[in-house]
C-alpha cells in the first residue's frame, strides 16, 4: 500500500514557474512508476509525465514537452513535477499516482492516486 500527496500548486501569472510535489509513505515506493495527470474542470484526466524505477525514463505529453521536467528522488520517496512557462491552459488540478500495470500514460494503468493539487494561471 502506497499513499500519495501532492503540494505546490498555487495561483502563478502566466510565464512564470512551479514545482509540484508528490510525496509517498509506505514501503516499496522506489519500485514502481510515478506518473503526473491533471484534470481541468469540465475536462478527463489526461496524462502529464511518467518517470521510471529508477529516473532514468522520462516521457512528457506534448503539451508540457520542453516545459515541464519530472524527477525522482528515491531515498526522500518523492517525485517532483517542474513545470516552466506556465500557460493558462495549464491550469487544472494536478494528481499523481504510483505503481502501472500497462501503459504509464494511460490513468487506468496506475493502482495508487493522490487527492491533487490545484494549478491556476492567470493571463
Known amino acids: 500500500q502506497v499513499q500519495l500527496v501532492e503540494s505546490g500548486g498555487g495561483l502563478v501569472q502566466a510565464g512564470g514557474s512551479l514545482r509540484l510535489s508528490c510525496a509517498a509513505s509506505g514501503d516499496r515506493f522506489s519500485s514502481y512508476t510515478v506518473g503526473w495527470f491533471r484534470q481541468a474542470p469540465g475536462k478527463e484526466r489526461e496524462f502529464v509525465s511518467f518517470?521510471?524505477?529508477?529516473?532514468?525514463?522520462?516521457s512528457y505529453a506534448d503539451s508540457g514537452a520542453g516545459r515541464f521536467t519530472i524527477s525522482r528522488d528515491n531515498p526522500k520517496n518523492t517525485v517532483y513535477l517542474q513545470m516552466t512557462n506556465l500557460k493558462p491552459e495549464d491550469t487544472a488540478v494536478y494528481f499523481c499516482?504510483?505503481?502501472?500495470?500497462?501503459?504509464?500514460?494511460?490513468?487506468?494503468?496506475?493502482?495508487?492516486w493522490g487527492q491533487g493539487t490545484q494549478v491556476t494561471v492567470s493571463s
Open positions: 518517470i521510471s524505477l529508477s529516473g532514468n525514463r522520462t
Open positions: 499516482a504510483a505503481r502501472v500495470t500497462g501503459s504509464p500514460a494511460q490513468a487506468s494503468s496506475y493502482r495508487y
